[in-house]
C-alpha cells in the first residue's frame, strides 16, 4: 500500500459532486489527455505540416491554445510517460528507459511512487486510459489498474505495440486474443480501431455526475508502417515517391516486435498522422454529443520526437519543424513536442503560449484543477494560470531530461540557453555543448568556446540535477 503524506488531504475531495456545488466549489473539469506516439514537432497542421492533413488536431489548436515551447519527458517512450505520470524529470523519475522483462512489459513503476492517476482517482475521478502502457506488465505493481487506473484496454506491453495486428490485448488484467490475426498470420483486427472504440464507449458511458480523466496513449505514428487500405490510405496513396521498405513480414514466422515491409512508406506514414487526426476528431464530437465539452480540458502532444525506424522518412515531411535531432536525441527535435489545449469558456480560442513547460508539470496541474494536493518531491509546477492566459504563470528556473542509451545524454534548458552533453556516462565532465535558442533554435552553433562559463554552469546543473539509480544507470539499455 502506498504510504504519503499527503494522503490525509484527499479526503474532502473524495465528495460526491453534489457535495461538491453545497461546498461553494467551482465545478472540476474532465481532462482528456491524447498522447501521440513518435509524433514529431512539425506533423502537425498547426505547426506548419504542409503534406499531411490534420484538421481536427488543427481545430482543437484553433479552438483553444498552443504551446510553443513545451516538452516531453525524454526522447523514448516508457522514461517520458513516466515523468508525465509522476510529475519528476528524468534525473529523478524512477523509470529512466526502455527496460524489457520476461515474458511481457517493461521494468514496473513501483507501488510507493503516487501517480497523477491516483492522484485523481482518490480525488473522486473515474480514470481510464487506452492505448500503450509499457510500464509494468500485467500482474506487477505497474500495471495500469495498480497506478489510479479503473479502466484500461491496449498494449500492457511497448514492445508487443511494435505490431498494428497483434495476437493479443489487454482488457485490465484480462488478455483479449485476436483470433482474426492469428498469431501475427493475418492482418484481419487493427489494433488502434479496436482500442478507439473502447475510448469512446468510455466517454459514452459519462456524464456530467461524476469528473473523469481519459488518458488516450495511442500508438499512432510508431513504426511499424501499416494502416487499412481505405480513404484515408488512398488520398495518400500514389501522392509521394515512394521507396520499397523490406521488413520483417506477418506470417508464420513473424515475431512479436518487428516492423513489416511497406511499399507505401510515405503514404502509409501520411495516412497513419490522418488516422490519428480522425481519432482526434471523434473524441471531440462524442464529448460534443454527450454535453460533456464546455466542462472538458483537451490536451493533445507527443511522447517524444519523430523515429526513424520501419522506413519512416522523417526528413521528408520535416517532422522534427525545422529542429535539430529525432527520437533519442536530447536536441529540440527529439523532445520539443506539439501541444495544443482546449477547454471552451477557460482557455481563449486561437491564443500562444510561450511558457517552457515539460511532462513532469501535468501532475501539478491536473492536481490543482482536481483541487488536490500534489506530493513532496516533484519537479513540476502547475502551468494553470498559462492555460487562462494570467501574467502571473510561474516558471522553471531550468528544465533537465536525461537519456540512457548510447553512453548517456544530458541536456539542459534555462531560459534561452540549452545545454547538451552527448557520452555523460560516468562522466560528468564531458564536454557541454551551448546553444542560445532564441537566434539559433536549430542548434547549429556550439557556443561553449564563446561562453565556456555559461557552459560550465549548465553542466554544474546536470551532475546536481541527475540522481543515480542502481536499476537505471547511465549506459547501454535495450530499446523497445
Not at 8 to 34: E, H, M, T, Y
Not at 109 to 131: C, H, N, Q, R, W
Not at 338 to 366: C, E, H, M, Q, V
Not at 418 to 446: I, Q
Request: proline share 6%.
Amino acid at each position: 500500500m502506498k504510504v504519503t503524506f499527503f494522503k490525509l488531504c484527499f479526503a474532502f475531495s473524495l465528495l460526491s459532486p453534489a457535495l461538491w456545488a453545497q461546498s461553494g466549489k467551482p465545478a472540476r473539469p474532465n481532462i482528456v489527455f491524447i498522447l501521440a506516439d513518435d509524433l514529431g514537432y512539425g506533423d502537425v497542421g498547426f505547426n506548419g505540416q504542409k503534406l499531411i492533413k490534420t484538421p481536427n488536431i488543427n481545430r482543437l489548436a484553433s479552438e483553444g491554445m498552443i504551446f510553443t515551447q513545451f516538452y516531453a519527458g525524454t526522447s523514448v517512450c516508457a522514461p517520458s510517460r513516466s515523468s508525465l505520470l509522476t510529475g519528476q524529470h528524468t534525473g529523478h523519475t524512477y523509470i529512466r528507459g526502455n527496460k524489457a522483462v520476461q515474458p511481457e512489459g517493461q521494468h514496473p513503476i513501483p507501488d510507493s511512487v503516487t501517480t497523477v492517476a491516483e492522484i485523481l482517482k482518490k480525488s473522486g475521478y473515474k480514470t481510464a486510459a487506452f492505448g500503450k502502457w509499457g510500464l509494468g506488465p500485467v500482474g506487477s505493481e505497474g500495471e495500469p489498474g495498480k497506478q489510479g487506473f479503473d479502466k484500461f484496454y491496449g498494449y500492457n506491453c511497448q514492445s508487443l505495440a511494435h505490431r498494428y495486428y497483434p495476437n493479443h490485448l489487454w482488457d485490465n488484467d484480462r488478455k483479449i486474443v485476436l483470433e482474426a490475426n492469428q498469431n501475427l498470420r493475418f492482418q484481419k483486427e487493427y489494433a488502434p480501431d479496436l482500442i478507439q472504440k473502447q475510448a469512446l464507449q468510455f466517454v459514452d458511458e459519462q456524464d456530467s455526475r461524476q469528473p473523469f480523466f481519459l488518458f488516450l496513449p495511442y500508438i499512432l505514428p510508431h513504426a511499424e508502417l501499416l494502416v487499412p487500405d481505405d480513404s484515408l490510405f488512398q488520398q495518400y496513396k500514389g501522392k509521394f515517391e515512394e521507396k520499397f521498405h523490406r521488413g520483417a513480414d506477418y506470417g508464420a514466422n513473424a515475431t512479436n516486435g518487428g516492423y513489416t515491409s511497406q511499399e507505401y512508406p510515405r503514404a502509409t506514414f501520411a495516412a497513419m498522422v490522418a488516422r490519428l487526426d480522425m481519432y482526434v476528431g471523434q473524441v471531440v464530437n462524442k464529448l460534443k454529443e454527450k454535453g460533456l465539452d464546455k466542462n472538458t480540458l483537451i490536451i493533445f502532444t507527443s511522447d517524444n520526437g519523430p523515429h526513424v525506424e520501419g522506413g519512416a522518412d522523417p526528413k521528408f515531411f520535416n517532422s522534427s519543424g525545422g529542429f535539430r535531432g529525432v527520437k533519442r536525441d536530447l536536441y529540440e527535435g527529439g523532445i520539443r513536442e506539439p501541444f495544443a489545449a482546449r477547454w471552451p469558456g477557460t482557455i481563449k480560442p486561437g491564443s500562444k503560449s510561450d511558457y517552457i513547460g515539460a511532462f513532469w508539470d501535468i501532475l501539478p496541474t491536473f492536481a490543482e484543477l482536481a483541487q488536490a494536493a500534489s506530493p513532496r518531491g516533484i519537479d513540476g509546477i502547475s502551468f494553470t494560470d498559462a492555460l487562462k492566459g494570467k501574467p502571473t504563470q510561474k516558471k522553471h528556473d531550468y528544465l533537465y531530461w536525461e537519456f540512457h542509451e548510447q553512453g548517456g545524454r544530458q541536456a539542459v534548458r534555462q531560459g534561452n540557453w540549452k545545454a547538451v552533453r552527448l557520452k555523460a556516462a560516468g562522466n560528468p565532465d564531458a564536454l557541454v555543448e551551448l546553444y542560445d535558442l532564441a537566434k539559433d533554435p536549430a542548434e547549429t552553433t556550439n557556443l561553449t568556446p564563446q561562453f565556456p562559463e555559461k557552459a560550465k554552469e549548465l553542466g554544474q546543473i546536470m551532475n546536481r540535477a541527475h540522481v543515480t539509480s542502481a536499476i537505471f544507470p547511465f549506459g547501454s539499455l535495450a530499446t523497445n
